[in-house]
């Protein structure tokens, strides 16, 4: 990473401001449907094709994440006036926040009474203080890599992917939260406490990608489907569809980060997961109607054992194939250096 990338980084994001200025302020004044879609265009082409400009993972990762993911997907709902940006407030810092970073804006049900207060859950501050601390472990562990298990090393990538995509998102969402002051929807909610995979996609795992997945692929492809066959196949059709797309666009972050051609495994290991979801779900409507269920004791080991072993099949191959994880380390002792170097600075 040099001063140029972070020169592209900051273009990158003032265009993307600029963008959403254009849908604040003409886009929105266009009635909902085909038209104001019409209008997305530009800016939906623009989202694909400014993350090209960025080579460094930590830099282009959450970039495309950011905007060709959440971003066009939250526009595509704005233009038939739904999502996010239909409901987030007349203000444009709101909008340009919501639109561009992994936020939601939680919406609070009014209270019952006088002695009612909304009272949202808060986890503990040295809860995440200690996934800061694991982290850095982890990131110190990769200098002694050559010495450790290739199995040891695929629970580090693990743990690494799980932390790192929490702590950005966490941090990208905090300015948000002191700034302009309104509460967000949590972003994970442990995953490593799922006890299946439909808790572990639907209610744990990266919950602003399932957010925006229900609306823009979930729920049409069930309102289609219901016309054809019945309630539960229509659901199984939606699940599969909706695992189908997020495996897709997996395929198309790979290809933002490593150039590649793609392989289609990540998109394989979704769509296992979707087949295994749906099926989950069917099993356990029969498991319940006879009494049976599965102590969290044996469905959580279970779960992260299946998570574990498809990973190390489909999903993490193509990154390392292209290098990305080294790249991703090298990146990592560039800023620890950086760091290292600014301190002795400023403690003089």
């Not at 495996?247 to 979707?274: D, K, N, Q």
Request: charged share 15%.
């Amino acid at each position: 990473m040099d001063i140029g990338e972070v020169e592209r980084f900051i273009k990158v994001w003032l265009t993307t401001i600029s963008c959403l200025c254009y849908c604040y302020y003409i886009t929105s004044r266009i009635p909902k449907g085909f038209l104001r879609l019409l209008s997305l265009f530009p800016i939906l082409y623009l989202f694909l094709i400014l993350p090209l400009n960025l080579s460094s993972f930590h830099l282009a990762g959450p970039t495309t994440f950011f905007l060709v993911w959440l971003g066009t997907f939250k526009l595509i709902l704005f233009s038939f006036n739904q999502g996010p940006l239909a409901l987030s407030p007349p203000n444009i810092l709101h909008f340009i926040s919501i639109a561009s970073l992994p936020i939601n804006p939680k919406q609070l049900p009014p209270p019952t009474n006088k002695n009612h207060t909304n009272n949202t859950t808060q986890k503990p501050k040295w809860l995440f203080l200690l996934k800061v601390l694991i982290f850095a472990m982890i990131i110190r562990a990769y200098d002694y890599r050559e010495n450790l298990h290739p199995h040891f090393i695929l629970v580090l990538y693990c743990c690494h992917m799980y932390l790192g995509i929490e702590l950005v998102l966490a941090l990208s969402a905090a300015p948000v939260r002191t700034v302009l002051g309104f509460e967000i929807e949590p972003q994970f909610n442990e995953p490593y406490l799922s006890t299946s995979l439909q808790d572990f996609w639907g209610r744990r795992w990266n919950l602003m990608v399932t957010r925006i997945l229900r609306p823009t692929v979930y729920h049409p492809v069930y309102r289609i489907f219901i016309h054809f066959v019945g309630p539960s196949c229509a659901k199984s059709s939606a699940v599969l569809a909706t695992f189908l797309v997020s495996g897709l666009m997996h395929e198309l972050i790979y290809y933002y980060l490593s150039r590649a051609p793609p392989t289609w495994e990540v998109t394989c290991f979704f769509v296992l997961h979707g087949v295994c979801t749906a099926a989950e779900v069917v099993a356990k409507k029969v498991m319940l109607r006879h009494g049976w269920r599965l102590h969290r004791v044996v469905s959580g080991p279970l779960v992260v054992a299946f998570l574990a072993v498809t990973g190390r099949w489909l999903f993490f191959p193509q990154l390392l194939r292209s290098g990305l994880d080294r790249k991703a380390i090298g990146e990592y002792a560039i800023l620890v250096d950086f760091v290292k170097s600014m301190v002795p600075l400023y403690l003089f």
